[in-house]
C-alpha cells in the first residue's frame, strides 16, 4: 500500500527517528511564519497636516498647526512641528512624528559637529536641506523610509532658502512648498496671491499663510487651528507663539442647547 | 641622564622604589613647559585664557589652536602637547555625543571631566601606553550652573573656581588667589585672565605669544565661543595697560 498522497505524519507510517523524515520536517519548521521577518514601517501613525512656506522680498514664511493625529483621532493639539537647526534654518515636517523626532536628532548632531569644528563657515540651510534630502533618500532605498515630508527655510548671507523633500528623498527648491493636502487647497491660493503681488513683505506673507492655513482648517479634516508662523528673514530665524486662528463661528452647539431647553 | 630614574621610568607599568609613577611626572613635566592656562570661574560663566606661544613668525594668526569646543555647552582649554590633547578632545566630543544619544539631555560637565579622567588614568596603567603629555582644563554650563574641571596626566580629575597650568603656574596662582570669584562677572574675569597672561608671560625667554581667549555664559546663551573681537580687543589693551603701570 502506497501512503505517498499523506504529508502529514501518521502515526505507524512514518518512520520518525529516520532520515528521511528528518530532512522533510525541517524545513516545515524553518519557514513557520512565527519565525518572523525583517519588518519595516508600512504606514505612519502618529501624523501632522500640511505645512506650507511662501518666499517674500527679504525672507520666507512657513506655517503649520500644532495638531498630531492618531489615525482620525486629534490626538495631540499643541505640537510644534517645526525646530531651529543652528543659526539659519527652521524645518517643518508632516507625517509620522516619531520619525520627524528621529531626524531632529541626527541633524542636531550635525549641526553640534559644526559649532565644535568653529571654522568660521556655519551650515547654510541648503546644506541641511542637501543632508536631509540623503538621509531620507537612503532610508528609502533600504526600504524602510522616513514617513515625513520636510519643508526647509532658511535664511543665511542676505539669501532666503526654501525647499523640500518627501520621504521617497525627492527633492526641490521653489519658490512656494507645500505638502499633504496643502498641496491640493493651498497650493493654488498661494501661487494666485504670489502672482497677483510678486514683491509682498512680511506682513503680507504672514497674512497670505495664516489666510490659507484657515482654509486648511475648514476643508482639511485632520487639521487645528492652533497654528504657528516661522520666519526665516534679515532678523535672523523666528518660530512664532501658539496663534489661535479667527475662524467663523457656527454656534452649532449652542442652537442645540437652546432647541434641547425649549422642548 | 640614565641614572634619573634607575630604570623605574620606562613604563608606567612599574612603581619606583619611593612608591612615583616617574611617566606620570615626566608628562607633567611637558604640562610645564607649555604655555600658561589661566580660567576662571564666576557666578553666570567661566573663562578660559591661553598663553599660545609662537613658535615661528610664519605661523598664520589663530593657527595651532589651544581652546576647542566639546559640544555647544562645553569646551576646554589645553596646555601640553597639542597632538595628545587632540585625542582627549576627540575622545571627549563622542563622549558628549554619546550622552546625548543614550540620555537624550546634554550632558553634565562634571560626568563628562570624570570620563575623561577615566581615559587619563587608563593611560598610566599599562606598559604598552604612555601617559597624555598634557593637563586640560574642562569649562561649561550645566543643569548645576557654571563648571570648571582640571584634568591632568595622572588621570585626576578637580573642579576649581580658578586654576592655571603651564609655565606661569605659580604666578598666576598668586595673582588667581585675589579675585574674589563669587563677585565677578564673566566680562570682569574676561579682563582679569587676560591681564593675568600678560602678566605672566616672560618676554626674555619667549618672545612672541598669542593670547587666546574662550568664554561661556549666560550672555553666550549658554553656548560656549572664543571671546568676540570687540571685547578681546578691550580685555588685550586693559592687560597691556595694566603691565605698563606694573613696570613704571
Not at chain 2, 611617566?23 to 589661566?38: D, F, H, I, P, W
Not at chain 2, 625667554?205 to 593670547?211: R, S
Not at chain 2, 573681537?229 to 586693559?238: N, T
Request: glycine fraction near 10%; proline fraction near 3%.
Amino acid at each position: 500500500m502506497s501512503f505517498e498522497h499523506i504529508n502529514f505524519p501518521v502515526f505507524g507510517q512514518v518512520d520518525y527517528f529516520g532520515k528521511q523524515s528528518q530532512q522533510q520536517l525541517q524545513p516545515q519548521q524553518q519557514y513557520t511564519p512565527s519565525h518572523g521577518g525583517k519588518k519595516n514601517t508600512l504606514d505612519p501613525i502618529v501624523t501632522g497636516t500640511s505645512i506650507i512656506a511662501i518666499k517674500y522680498d527679504k525672507g520666507v514664511v512657513m506655517g503649520s498647526d500644532m495638531l498630531l493625529s492618531y489615525g482620525s483621532l486629534a490626538r495631540f493639539n499643541s505640537i510644534q512641528r517645526m525646530t531651529k537647526f543652528g543659526g539659519n534654518t527652521i524645518i517643518g515636517a508632516s507625517g509620522e512624528y516619531s520619525d520627524f523626532q528621529s531626524i531632529t536628532t541626527t541633524l542636531n548632531e550635525l549641526v553640534t559637529d559644526d559649532h565644535c569644528m568653529d571654522d568660521g563657515s556655519r551650515l547654510s540651510p541648503e546644506e541641511i536641506w542637501n543632508y536631509l534630502a540623503r538621509i531620507l533618500y537612503n532610508q528609502r532605498n533600504k526600504g524602510n523610509p522616513l514617513w515625513n515630508t520636510c519643508v526647509v527655510i532658511g535664511y543665511q548671507g542676505g539669501k532666503s532658502f526654501l525647499g523640500k523633500v518627501d520621504l521617497v528623498g525627492t527633492c526641490f527648491k521653489e519658490d512656494i512648498v507645500t505638502c499633504g493636502y496643502g498641496s491640493h487647497i493651498a497650493l493654488p491660493l498661494l501661487r494666485k496671491a504670489r502672482d497677483d503681488n510678486p514683491n509682498m513683505n512680511l506682513e503680507q506673507a504672514k497674512k497670505l499663510i495664516e489666510d490659507c492655513l484657515r482654509v486648511l482648517f475648514y476643508r482639511d479634516a485632520r487639521s487645528s487651528k492652533k497654528i504657528q508662523i516661522a520666519v526665516a528673514g534679515e532678523q535672523g530665524i523666528d518660530i512664532s507663539g501658539p496663534i489661535e486662528l479667527e475662524t467663523y463661528n457656527w454656534n452649532s452647539g449652542e442652537a442645540a442647547v437652546k432647541n434641547f431647553s425649549q422642548v | 641622564m640614565s641614572s634619573v630614574g634607575s630604570g623605574y621610568d620606562l613604563y608606567v607599568s612599574t612603581y619606583s622604589p619611593d612608591g612615583k609613577l616617574f611617566q606620570v611626572e615626566y608628562a607633567n613635566k611637558a604640562v610645564e613647559n607649555s604655555g600658561t592656562l589661566v580660567a576662571i570661574k564666576t557666578k553666570d560663566g567661566v573663562v578660559i585664557g591661553i598663553e599660545k606661544l609662537v613658535p615661528s613668525k610664519m605661523l598664520c594668526h589663530g593657527s595651532n589652536r589651544r581652546i576647542h569646543h566639546i559640544d555647544t555647552h562645553i569646551g576646554v582649554g589645553v596646555s601640553g602637547f597639542l597632538a595628545d590633547a587632540r585625542q582627549l578632545i576627540t575622545r571627549a566630543r563622542s563622549e558628549a555625543k554619546q550622552y546625548r544619544q543614550v540620555y537624550g539631555q546634554p550632558i553634565p560637565i562634571k560626568v563628562l571631566s570624570q570620563r575623561i579622567a577615566s581615559y587619563n588614568h587608563v593611560h598610566t596603567l599599562y606598559g604598552s601606553v604612555r601617559p597624555f603629555g598634557c593637563s586640560i582644563a574642562i569649562s561649561g554650563i550645566d543643569q548645576y550652573g557654571p563648571q570648571l574641571y582640571m584634568i591632568e596626566p595622572s588621570g585626576s580629575c578637580i573642579g576649581y573656581f580658578g586654576s592655571s597650568l603651564g609655565k606661569g603656574k605659580q604666578a598666576a596662582k598668586n595673582e588667581l588667589e585675589k579675585v574674589k570669584f563669587s563677585e565677578i562677572t564673566t566680562r570682569e574675569a574676561i579682563k582679569e585672565v587676560a591681564r593675568i597672561i600678560y602678566s605672566v608671560h616672560d618676554e626674555v625667554k619667549d618672545k612672541d605669544f598669542e593670547l587666546e581667549l574662550g568664554w561661556i555664559s549666560n550672555e553666550t546663551n549658554g553656548v560656549h565661543q572664543l571671546v568676540p573681537k570687540d571685547i578681546f580687543d578691550e580685555a588685550e589693551a586693559y592687560a597691556k595697560q595694566a603691565l605698563e603701570e606694573a613696570n613704571m
